[in-house]
């Protein structure tokens, strides 16, 4: 048997990152189970000239198209949005594009603002100090002073804003509209021995310059020398519970696909929304932590439209990260819209070289035959837009539950997403098309294309085991403690009450490092 450990995180990504580094100063005997593996930037597509097949291969966001071993399978079958992730060591921000905004003090209280949804047990100045702390860790690149923000400051400075950018920022300026320079987790400059950005636009296949900061490259070096052990290739089946009700560890399979236990005093879920609650739900005779009845409930992602414009004049094609700008001039609600909450837009620049032809055909833009030439000349390096992240709100019947059919290489059931668009987010998204058109035409655009929702787009996992002080409303507590299971704490991003109408990782780190400090504010009762 292996030998017990004082805590025992399960999953590598985002979350699991920041909770086993902050821990990592008590010196308490921490380990990590995770999946996948360490990842190799030299092997990153990004290295090779055939990078954009390979982005639609080995290195797909779809679980089910990339279909490692190291992933599962996820039947969203029953779902317009699909699921995104990435299984390995750093988890989705290996493959995430590093749009870093943090949310509005208005996010955590929109039952009292709006009357919908709940309001979060925390609030935006509970999380200060850990968003600056995560920001340290990841490093991130802006501009201080984004009017739509309470003051914080960014270390480097922002990316540049690029030919698509400051086009796109000339139509924002004739209608008088919000934009900033976005924070980004990207470095702009050398930082924390990370070499700065290149501008090479391969960053959603992973980054082999080190610019981007996904968690195997900066929480997990400091973690580990500070003494927490990671063990990756390890998948666990299930949470084992004591004759007391507590968590006692997890039945996992190892590297060889050898079943084992490994026992633990505290055990802590960071397997995304999805993972979790498919972990919860499939450990114990019918599923453990779940006495409120809302384990993989209130499934959220951020319903996404795509907005593109094609120019006369050259944009950014193939160069620089996707961000650029954003603006937050619809975030706020406003009932007049027809709709409550609201959205971001976030800027982006080109369309690279494969993508501009594949793309270009399948939404009837590049013919055959005589006029192919001309028509790709007037795609590639000719079009700039914009994705608009619109707020979902939680409703309990989009859901997460084990499927009765599917499983993963190990035999473990698949999750099953059932998830349903919601008229608020279909005329939010109608009103993102809108106004996205208004900015485009206003930069000068002669032809404008959408996609609403975004039926890739499900990369923001939330909501699946939320936060609360009522134990019949919520899952955990208000520091991320399971109010059924004493010694189970869940730190990632399915702890969200709401989702906000931005990226949601700066806050899921931001929260995994407050519950890792709440947890050391009690240590002395923490294995009680
Ligand atoms: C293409 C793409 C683009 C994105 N762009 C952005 C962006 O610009 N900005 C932003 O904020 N967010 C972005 N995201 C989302 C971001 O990646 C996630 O919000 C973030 O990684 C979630 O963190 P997490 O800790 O909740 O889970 P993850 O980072 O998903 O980590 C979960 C880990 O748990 C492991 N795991 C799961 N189940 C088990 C098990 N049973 N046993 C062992 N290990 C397990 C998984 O392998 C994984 O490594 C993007 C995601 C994708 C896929
Ligand atoms: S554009 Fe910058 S962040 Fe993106 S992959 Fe290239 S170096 Fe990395």
Not at 197 to 222: E, M, R, V
Not at 268 to 283: E, F, P, Y
Not at 359 to 379: K, P
Not at 394 to 412: C, M, S
Request: some cysteine; hydrophobic content about 40%; proline content about 5%.
């Amino acid at each position: 048997m292996n030998q017990p450990v004082d805590v025992l995180i399960i999953g590598a990504g985002a979350s699991g990152a920041a909770v086993a580094w902050s821990l990592a100063e008590t010196k308490m005997h921490i380990l990590c189970l995770e999946q996948g593996d360490w990842m190799t930037p030299s092997s990153y597509p990004s290295a090779g000239r055939d990078w954009e097949q390979r982005q639609l291969g080995e290195f797909h966001y779809s679980p089910n198209r990339r279909a490692r071993e190291t992933d599962y399978p996820v039947n969203d079958n029953a779902s317009p949005i699909k699921i995104a992730n990435f299984n390995g060591v750093g988890g989705g921000t290996v493959l995430y594009a590093g749009h870093f905004p943090r949310f509005h003090p208005s996010d955590f209280r929109v039952r009292s603002l709006d009357g919908v949804a709940e309001d979060w047990p925390i609030d935006y100045a509970t999380l200060a100090p850990f968003y600056d702390e995560n920001d340290r860790m990841m490093g991130v690149s802006g501009l201080a002073g984004d009017p739509a923000y309470p003051a914080h400051e960014p270390m480097m400075p922002p990316l540049p804003l690029g030919r698509s950018g400051a086009i796109l920022a000339g139509g924002l300026n004739k209608l008088g509209w919000h934009w900033w320079p976005s924070d980004s987790a990207i470095a702009s400059t050398d930082y924390e021995g990370r070499a700065r950005c290149i501008n090479l636009a391969h960053c959603t296949s992973g980054c082999a310059q080190g610019a981007k900061a996904s968690t195997d490259i900066t929480y997990w070096p400091a973690a580990i020398r500070a003494g927490v052990e990671l063990r990756p290739r390890c998948r666990v089946r299930e949470i084992t519970l004591n004759e007391h009700g507590m968590a006692s560890g997890a039945i996992y399979y190892d590297a060889d696909g050898k079943e084992q236990f490994q026992p633990a005093e505290v055990v802590i879920v960071a397997c995304n929304a999805v993972g979790t609650a498919r972990l919860l739900l499939n450990s114990g005779a019918n599923g453990i932590a779940n006495s409120s009845g809302l384990v993989g409930r209130n499934l959220m992602f951020h319903p996404y439209a795509r907005i593109a414009g094609y120019f006369d004049v050259e944009t950014d094609g193939n160069r620089g990260p996707g961000n650029c700008i954003w603006s937050q001039e619809f975030y706020e609600t406003d009932r007049a819209r027809g709709f409550v909450r609201g959205y971001t837009f976030e800027f982006s620049r080109g369309q690279n070289q494969v993508m501009a032809a594949v793309h270009g055909q399948q939404i009837g833009r590049l013919s055959w035959g005589a006029g192919h030439h001309r028509d790709y000349r007037r795609l590639f390096r000719h079009r700039t837009g914009m994705v608009a992240i619109c707020e979902d709100l939680p409703e309990e019947h989009n859901t997460v539950t084990l499927d009765p059919v599917l499983k993963d290489g190990h035999g473990i059931p698949a999750p099953k997403i059932d998830y349903t668009l919601s008229d608020n987010s279909r005329r939010m998204l109608d009103h993102a098309v809108a106004r996205a058109t208004d900015i485009l035409t206003a930069a000068g655009a002669h032809d404008v294309w959408h996609e609403a929702p975004l039926m890739d787009g499900g990369w923001h996992l939330m909501g699946t085991a939320r936060m609360g002080t009522d134990p019949q409303r919520s899952v955990v507590n208000e520091w991320g403690r399971s109010h059924d299971v004493r010694n189970l704490f869940i730190v990632d991003g399915s702890i969200f009450v709401t989702s906000a109408g931005v990226n949601p990782t700066r806050t899921i780190q931001a929260l995994a490092l407050y519950v890792a400090d709440s947890m050391k504010q009690r240590l002395a009762t923490l294995f009680d």
